[in-house]
């Protein structure tokens, strides 16, 4: 007798993403029936999220999103869980979790869906959750061979440069492998006990001081905390490095650099890796809205006297006192010059990323060489 094959189950990825897009109308109370249902039904992983599960929320619904637009496209999608997979150590969430998590999914996707949820979409729903979980626990468990499911650190200096803006210098106890560019998901230890939120340091790796730029955020609760309450020596948690943004130390193309805000952290970080590696022909262009949010400019001017290759421009888009470039950064940016050839790096809000990415794409620039990260609200 031959051995037959096991039969494969085929995700009909289309119903998922249709099913997901009907739940996803429901907006919020998505997320809190999930919580509720996980909490009900397995108490013990109340302890590993936030007392105030508001941001958290918003999380839930955004990597799911996430993980259905992307869910045939294996490749891109592969890479996304396994840096989720890693970085959900930090919460002490382990193997025997995910069961739990997928039990309370499931429920949710049926509750909302109604009379259109079937015995089929109930199965392509467990097979793609099973390899979502598969991908993240196998990614944590090679972590774990490595690296901590965190790092121990402290600020050590605050400088509170507007009443809204603060620059941190946090020191750690060991090295923190994260890449120019690479974000790091941070927790006010004893301020915003086991809430996070990603921030990105604005120095160059490899040492055991950083910088973070920090804006308080309305509706933000660790940035407003670190902005407002922090002192030094607060104790920090600090994640996993993670991100889509790093800088690719192999290229030989010029740089065009485009940051709004507080999204000039990673560009000074990969300046400074820049520096480290000899230097390459850069263009930064840094976005505030007014001349009061211009918080760096000090230090933007010292880089542009220190480095010949590095070039930097000032914008602001609703302030007529400011005599420089005004407008949104992305638009100066893009009638610059011509980036058709240039490594690109965007940084800013959400809707500050997507409306340069929109512009720089229409005027030639090539998607492939371009790498972005925004930040929302936390």
Not at 219 to 225: L, M
Not at 226 to 237: D, F, S, T
Not at 257 to 274: F, R, S, V, W
Request: aromatic residues 8%; hydrophobic residues 40%; contains cysteine.
């Amino acid at each position: 007798m031959t051995e037959s094959t096991p039969t494969v189950k085929v995700i009909d990825t289309g119903a998922l993403q249709a099913n997901f897009a009907s739940v996803a109308m429901h907006g919020d109370a998505v997320a809190q029936y999930f919580y509720s249902t996980l909490f009900a039904h397995h108490p013990k992983t109340r302890s590993l999220f936030p007392t105030s599960m508001t941001a958290q929320r918003d999380r839930l619904l955004s990597a799911l999103l996430r993980i259905v637009t992307d869910v045939d496209r294996i490749d891109q999608l592969g890479p996304y869980l396994a840096e989720l997979g890693r970085d959900h150590r930090k919460f002490g969430a382990i193997a025997g979790h995910y069961p739990a998590v997928g039990e309370a999914l499931i429920g949710t996707l049926a509750h909302f869906s109604g009379a259109s949820w079937t015995a089929e979409l109930e199965q392509d729903w467990l097979a793609a959750y099973g390899l979502i979980a598969a991908a993240m626990t196998g990614a944590a468990s090679r972590a774990a061979l490595s690296e901590p499911p965190y790092y121990d650190g402290e600020i050590v200096e605050i400088d509170r440069r507007t009443f809204d803006i603060a620059a941190l210098r946090v020191r750690t106890i060991e090295r923190i492998p994260y890449l120019a560019g690479q974000s790091l998901s941070i927790e006010a230890s004893t301020l915003r006990p086991r809430e996070w939120r990603p921030f990105t340091p604005g120095t160059a790796p490899g040492g055991f001081e950083f910088d973070l730029h920090v804006r308080a955020i309305d509706g933000g609760s660790v940035s407003t905390a670190l902005v407002r309450a922090a002192r030094p020596g607060e104790r920090l948690r600090l994640g996993a490095p993670f991100g889509r943004m790093r800088l690719d130390r192999q290229s030989p193309r010029s740089v065009l650099m485009i940051a709004g805000g507080t999204g000039l952290a990673p560009m000074k970080a990969m300046i400074g890796q820049l520096a480290l590696d000899g230097g390459r022909p850069t263009r930064l262009y840094f976005g505030a809205r007014t001349i009061r949010e211009i918080y760096d400019g000090a230090e933007l001017d010292s880089l542009g006297r220190a480095y010949p290759w590095l070039t930097t421009q000032t914008v602001v888009s609703a302030d007529s006192r400011w005599s420089g470039a005004q407008g949104l950064v992305g638009d100066v940016a893009v009638a610059g010059g011509d980036w058709s050839h240039h490594d690109i790096y965007v940084c800013g809000s959400p809707s500050m990323v997507e409306h340069t990415l929109k512009a720089l794409v229409a005027a030639g620039a090539q998607e492939q060489l371009i790498s972005f990260e925004e930040f929302g609200k936390a």
